[in-house]
Nanobody, 118 residues
Framework: QVQLVESGGGLVQPGGSLRLSCAASGFPFSLYAMSWYRQAPGKERELVASIVTPVGVPNYADFAKGRFTITRDNGKNTVDLQMNSLKPEDTAVYYC???????????WGQGTQVTVSS
């Protein structure tokens, strides 16, 4: 059974930090590119960051560059998103996403809420 379980969301003040974590199971994790997406109320889901291999160069959305860092641990089957200097506009549900590097297999997590507010 494929599972992507996000954790680490919550309420944080502007300028604060949060670390999101996604625990994967039920599929060969190392064969999948891993990404974080987010969706704010009334807006479309958008890519935040993605990473293919632990030593590869991650890809970041412009709004995430310099503030967010994505990492993965193929030994633990986890992908993390460190978010610093958070802004109110970062408020959204953050989703973990797995996409096979060759086939069309795709999986989504259930999401974790991040709220940035004073």
């Amino acid at each position: 059974q494929v599972q992507l379980v996000e954790s680490g969301g919550g309420l944080v003040q502007p300028g604060g930090s949060l670390r999101l974590s996604c625990a994967a199971s039920g599929f060969p994790f190392s064969l999948y590119a891993m990404s974080w997406y987010r969706q704010a109320p009334g807006k479309e889901r958008e890519l935040v960051a993605s990473i293919v291999t632990p030593v590869g160069v991650p890809n970041y959305a412009d709004f995430a560059k310099g503030r967010f860092t994505i990492t993965r641990d193929n030994g633990k089957n986890t992908v993390d998103l460190q978010m610093n200097s958070l802004k109110p506009e970062d408020t959204a549900v953050y989703y973990c996403y797995a996409s096979h590097r060759v086939t069309a297999a795709r999986f989504w997590g259930q999401g974790t809420q991040v709220t940035v507010s004073s």
